[in-house]
């Protein structure tokens, strides 16, 4: 069930560069419980859209099955939408992507959805480098079928019911980096000042954007004994905070020099990252991996930028497909003809 918002607006909200106010990029009234994380997750989608000016309807939303992936009737009502099957929004994402690239693509996802059932179809939308962002609202637990420790739920986590998990969580984040992800973050839903420039920077990339959103699950896993709680989160929290900057703005930081380091997107959009260690380098990898491990050795959920490369290729130029989005294209650029056919057939024999 979903509720429509009220029409009714504050006749001087401020507008972005498109003239839209941040209502215009408002979906439904969620339905999830008071509290949710994921509920500031859908806010900061929202806002993050709005800042960006991006045009509401040349972005499409996509999500599989969950709690976190109903999350996409909450924001954005005048985007495109699809709501797959369990797990399976990578392979809606990439054949909406091939036919139409000038769209943005948003997908969001649940631990459940992405470190179980969909673990096969998201490795390899993050091996083929879509050009998409893929969030996922991490609560450690299924909450839409009532608490179930997650694929992602800490070793010794304790359940509602009382049992400690005997298991070692995943890491979607050392996986995403370790797999050759192109951006890599991570950040928790209760820390809209990082994460709104965070989902604005994964946005403007090009290639495979992963974002990890530690998002407490009110109902089923915010207890003592949790390690996904909000108060858990909050005290192992190890923030390095970003200044996202588009293209057309001048730059400037609040950050100190020296503990800041800067990297420009393929659009001249500029990112920020300020660091406390400052030999860590966000464009390297193995940086970036020793410093989330080290970060989970002490104890430490580190958030922020963890990984990007600038220079990314994005799935369509690395099988040079047209520039034009295919679902453009007319029936005589999309059939060779007979003859070229035929020649294919010859090269075949
Ligand atoms: C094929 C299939 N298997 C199992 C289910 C049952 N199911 C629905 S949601 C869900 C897990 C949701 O967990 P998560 O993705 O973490 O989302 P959350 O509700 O925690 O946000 C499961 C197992 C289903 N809908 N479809
Ligand atoms: S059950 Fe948990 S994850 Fe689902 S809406 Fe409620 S608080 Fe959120
Ligand atoms: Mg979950």
Redesign the pocket.
């Known amino acids: 069930m979903s509720y429509i918002k009220p029409k009714f607006r504050h006749p001087n909200l401020p507008t972005n560069r498109l003239g839209y106010t941040v209502a215009d990029y408002d979906g439904a009234v969620s339905t999830l419980c008071a509290g949710c994380g994921?509920d500031s997750i859908s806010a900061a989608i929202r806002n993050a859209c709005f800042a960006s000016a991006l045009e509401p309807h040349r972005i499409a939303k996509i999500s599989?099955?969950?709690?976190?992936?109903k999350m996409p009737t909450y924001f954005l009502g005048k985007s495109h939408g699809f709501n797959s099957?369990?797990?399976r929004m990578p392979s809606v994402a990439t054949g909406a992507s091939l036919a139409n690239r000038d769209l943005t693509y948003v997908g969001v996802?649940?631990?459940?959805?992405?470190a179980?059932?969909g673990m096969g179809q998201f490795i390899h939308l993050i091996r083929r480098n879509l050009n998409m962002t893929y969030i996922v609202?991490n609560?450690g637990?299924?909450?839409?079928?009532k608490g179930q420790d997650?694929a992602t739920a800490d070793l010794g986590s304790v359940s509602k019911a009382g049992d400690a998990n005997p298991f070692d969580g995943i890491d979607l984040a050392s996986l995403a980096i370790l797999q050759g992800a192109s951006f890599v973050g991570r950040s928790f839903s209760g820390d809209k000042t990082q994460l709104e420039p965070l989902i604005r920077a994964a946005m403007a990339h090009k290639g495979f954007a992963f974002i990890d959103v530690v998002s407490p699950?009110v109902t089923f896993n915010n207890h003592a004994g949790s390690t996904k709680s909000y108060s858990e989160t909050r005290d192992h929290l190890d923030v390095m905070p970003l200044d996202f900057v588009p293209m057309r703005e001048e730059i400037r930081t609040q950050y100190a020099e020296g503990t800041t380091q800067s990297v420009t997107l393929h659009d001249g959009s500029v990112i920020h990252l300020h660091k406390a260690d400052t030999s860590y380098r966000s464009d390297d990898r193995k940086s970036a991996m020793h410093a989330v491990q080290t970060a989970e050795d002490e104890g430490r959920i580190l958030t922020g930028l963890l990984y990007l490369d600038p220079d990314s290729q994005d799935l369509h130029q690395n099988i040079q497909l047209a520039s034009r989005p295919l679902n453009e294209l007319g029936k005589d650029e999309l059939c060779p003809g007979s003859k070229v056919l035929n020649s294919i057939n010859e090269g075949l024999r």
């Open positions: 994921h599989g099955i969950g709690c976190s992936s099957v369990h797990g996802s649940g631990d459940g959805d992405t179980s059932i609202a609560n637990c299924y909450g839409l079928t997650s699950c």
